[in-house]
């Protein structure tokens, strides 16, 4: 890319993060985030006072206050992807077909930017957003767990960088679906796709439970499939990671899909299959007329 | 000879089972202001947008200064005016056309802006969100964005059709002063009266083929010359203001008394609507 291309490129994705910031739905998150941190706030402050008072002088089996630390903060973590997610979608929102049929689109195509630059500056626009999002969220939450219960996960900014590639995915798949979709279709269709990969986070954590292999490598495949579940769960392990004995046995199980360790070929595999992602939407791009 | 601005050659183009172009061929000279004319559907805005690289031809070339339609290049030599058109409401005009200027490498800072917005009567709107705007100074703007890094070559779809007759009027005398500048104008539009006042060439388009060409003044020649004689009133169809001397001439030596002479041009319309069949979209 040269550096025409590049100031270009800059240039869209300026506008697209202004474009995003100013959206109403920038907004409806950004008050839905405010409303979920403070009831979060809530939550964990009564959380760490009841299991403190509960489990004083009761001989330990768990340790209630890194079993309530965990399990509240692994439901933040899921809050925190569910909300990324969200606003990862809306930005991509018409982004290629529903601009097209605007008329939005045409006005800037046809300068030498290039559909392929396009595309991936209005990506870049909007993963950046969704995932500087995430990231102050989660930490927002476990700012708020640390001041509320003093429970700190085992790893910190693993499981935030984590959340934030899973969304860059979730915009990536989005972005593609506006190249084929309309604007309504792309919206159900990508929360059908995320929906489907929570799902199968759960079906691999129910095939754990129950010992049955092939449900577990189902869930699994499917998860890998769709790599922000990996992600996603791969960040839930992390938190308690360093947690042993029965405590960290029980915590595996985490809310909203179970927790799995990954290594460094998930994070691989995501790369490449953002990479996949955005040259198959560049591909139908290119071949659209408009 | 300078090669065309834009040269189009034996365009196709198919949308499924429909031919929205069978073959059409056009040149836009340096300078020139083409018009091009046609029924609904019948193909303009395809070729419009094959010229700038929003559709991919099926068969044939387009070239914008010798480089094929479609690439850096030539939409570096381009600005472009889609029929429907949207920008982001929440810019500014002179926002929008920074944002344009970043696009097409242009330097001409916020002089260029001043005048771009000057030349389209918007001086005034250029701090004036767009969302605010009417549809006709939306527009003038949609105009002064395609002119933004001064292009070679102006492709605009139905520029007019949302200007009250003042805007019209702007909009013609911009094109008028983009000719002496040198600037090459392909304008898609439908109201022939204005094609026929601005346009060096026409071109009449139908179910996706050239059907008629030429200036305004070829393509409406003359139709015929009317003699009021002695005897009745007589038609000379084809023939033209030069040969009405001979026309006379020739009847008085025929002993015949003329009382009126009137030489008719056939109009843009007539040819039009000659040339289309009747044809609407």
Known sequence: ?290 | MAAPVLAVSQLHKRYGGQEALAGVDLEVEAGQLVGLLGPNGAGKSTLTKIACGLVRPSAGSVEVLGRRAGSPQARAALGYLAELFRFPGWLTAAELLRFHQRLVGSDGGEAERRQLLELVELGAAAGKRIEAMSKGMQQRLGIAQALVGSPRLLLLDEPTSALDPVGRRIVRELLEELRRRGVSVLLNSHLLSEVELICDHVAIIARGRLVKAGTPQELAGPAAVVVETGSGVRSFEGAGREEAPAIVAELVAAGESVYRVEVRHSSLEDVYLEAVGGQTG
């Open chain 1, 1 to 290: 890319m040269n550096a025409e291309a590049l100031r270009s490129a800059a240039t869209v994705v300026a506008l697209s993060v202004q474009e995003g910031i100013r959206r109403r739905v920038f907004l409806a998150v950004l008050v839905l985030t405010l409303a979920f941190l403070a009831l979060y706030a809530l939550g964990a402050h009564f959380a760490f006072r009841d299991v403190d008072e509960f489990a004083a002088g009761e001989p330990a089996i768990l340790d209630p206050h890194a079993f309530t630390g965990a399990t509240i903060f692994g439901l933040a973590m899921f809050a925190t992807l569910f909300l990324g997610a969200v606003l990862a979608v809306f930005l991509t929102l018409g982004v290629v077909r529903g601009d097209a049929e605007s008329g939005l689109l045409q006005p800037i195509v046809v300068r030498p930017i290039g559909r392929t630059t396009m595309l991936l500056a209005r990506f870049a626009g909007a993963a950046l957003l969704s995932a500087a999002y995430v990231v102050a969220v989660y930490l927002a939450a476990w700012a708020i767990t640390e001041a509320t219960g003093h429970w700190s996960p085992d790893h910190l900014l693993g499981p935030a960088l984590g959340l934030a590639l899973a969304v860059a995915i979730i915009a990536a798949l989005s972005l593609l679906a506006s190249t084929v979709l309309s604007v309504t279709a792309q919206g159900i269709v990508v929360f059908m796709v995320f929906g489907a990969g929570l799902t199968a986070g759960l079906l691999a954590q129910i095939g754990n439970a129950i010992n049955s292999d092939s449900l577990h490598t189902i869930g699994r495949a499917a998860s890998w499939a769709l790599p922000f579940e990996g992600l996603y769960a791969a960040g839930l392990h992390a938190l308690i990671s360093g947690t042993s004995g029965l405590t960290g046995v029980v915590l595996q199980l985490g809310p909203f899909g179970g927790s799995e360790a990954a290594g460094p070929e998930l994070i691989a595999w995501a790369f490449l299959y953002l990479a996949g992602v955005l040259a198959l939407a560049a591909f139908i791009f290119s071949r659209r007329d408009l």
